[in-house]
């Protein structure tokens, strides 16, 4: 099967797709096509997460990069996705390679690619790699080894978990955290965001070590994931409870009772902190499948909003071209201005500890502000898993037929990833997942029923 670049990068099973033979041409295919870039002289980074065999694959693609004649900058133990995106800015470098398969199950491993400016990559320069991939049976990989080129220094290690930290300390108020006595729980799901805060601000860590299983379930951080940390956070001992995923660039947040606040009030609560405390100024970009609460507030405060496809590297191609204060997505990815034109699930939860230590106020009371100022939004989604991309098609082209749905009329739709029709007071989307083999089902609606509704008469519809 041909490798080809998903939502974000190319993931595949362990030793069914991802093998080290396919790692070494996708990275061959990377060499190639960037050949001519005016900074390839400069390096690229390389780094990789806690998965099974992920420092073997990222050895593997630095020996590649070498062989090719590019400079190295390795990590020298696991990252977090943001660290490489770091590095790749503000090294100046080329490009940043990052052995992730995120939020995937543990079978997966992955290849993201970060451009220059420590953003997802864009579509254009990865059709170009997907190009040379096409003539992989031609290439020569070389013949120089890890050591001899660690040895040379054509392969450099590099202590990006200390530069990242250093990161943190600079950009975040840590010493208004540290002193308010906002109490913080974290779970890093068993991926590279642990150890990342220890030391800077105070927490209280679980799940914070590697376990390459995962502990049987995927690190994504959605609420089915996170019975152990919404069980501590019931205790009453935390004001925050701050969760990441395997790369640690998405983010899950739980108030000071135990409760999932999920990531459309995330990035409700995130936006307003930043224009009302920080007084930051700029255009919001959502995600497709994001809450219409967001275009209420950026109404409330005349900020240009801006709507793109599901993808993050959507999201990052317009804060490098605009002038943008934050850019998330329904996932839990959150970019903002004054850091990376991408998610960093550690540098956002640290935002929400200041938040909290410079409000001086609760979770729940902040959520409760934003709820009657603009009204209460109801979201929801599931996944249906589908393997047939041609079944997944045809579930999008008959929603586009719908007149109804769960009783509700369908007033106008949106196609401008899957199909999202449009209700009075809500809206339902449908779309094909492009990392998983799922099809994705998103619905808002202002009243709290009426969201079930929508998705039991879609499954029934579909006969699912």
Known sequence: ??????????????????????????????????????????????????????????????????????????????????????????????????????????????????????????????????????NSDS???????????????????????????????????????????????????????QGMMDGIINITAIRNEVNPSFGGSSPEPVQMNLSLISGEMKSGKFDIGIVTDGDADRIAIFDENGEFVDAQKTFALLLTYMVENKKMTGGVVRGFSSSDVIKEICDEYGLKLYTVPIGFKYISELMIKEDILIGAEESGGIGLKHHLPERDGIFNGMMFSEMLAVK?????????????????YYYKRIDQHLSSNELKSELIELTKSLKEVAGLEVVGQDTLDGCKLLFKNGWLLVRASGTEPLLRIYTETTGENKTEEILNDIKKKFKL
Not at 5 to 20: K, L, M, N, S
Not at 56 to 81: M, P, R, W
Not at 152 to 181: A, P
Request: charged fraction near 25%.
């Open 360 to 376: 001086k106020k609760k979770m729940s009371e902040l959520i409760a502000e934003i709820e009657k100022k603009y009204g209460k």
């Open 139 to 193: 290439f020569n990989y070389g013949s120089g080894t890890l050591e001899e080129f660690i040895t040379s220094g054509k392969i450099e290690y590099i202590k990006g978990k200390d530069y990242y930290r250093n990161t943190l300390k600079e950009k975040i108020d840590t010493d208004v955290i540290n002193s308010s006595g906002v109490k913080i729980i974290y779970d890093a799901m068993y991926g590279s965001g």
């Open 1 to 134: 099967m041909a490798i080809k670049f998903g939502t974000d990068g190319w993931r595949a099973v362990i030793a069914d797709e991802y093998t080290f033979e396919n790692l070494k041409k996708i990275s061959k295919a990377t060499a190639i096509a960037f050949e001519g870039h005016p900074k390839i002289n400069n390096g690229i980074a390389v780094g990789y997460d806690t998965r099974f065999l992920s420092k073997e694959f990222a050895d593997c693609a630095a020996e590649v990069f070498a062989n090719h004649g590019i400079k190295v900058y390795l990590t020298d133990s696991f990252v977090t996705t943001p660290t490489v995106s770091l590095l790749s800015r503000d090294k100046n470098l080329a490009y940043g390679v990052m052995i992730t398969s995120s939020h995937n199950p543990a079978k997966y491993n992955g290849f993201k690619l970060k451009d220059e400016f420590g953003g997802s990559m864009g579509p254009v320069h990865l059709n170009v790699i997907e190009e040379k991939l096409k």
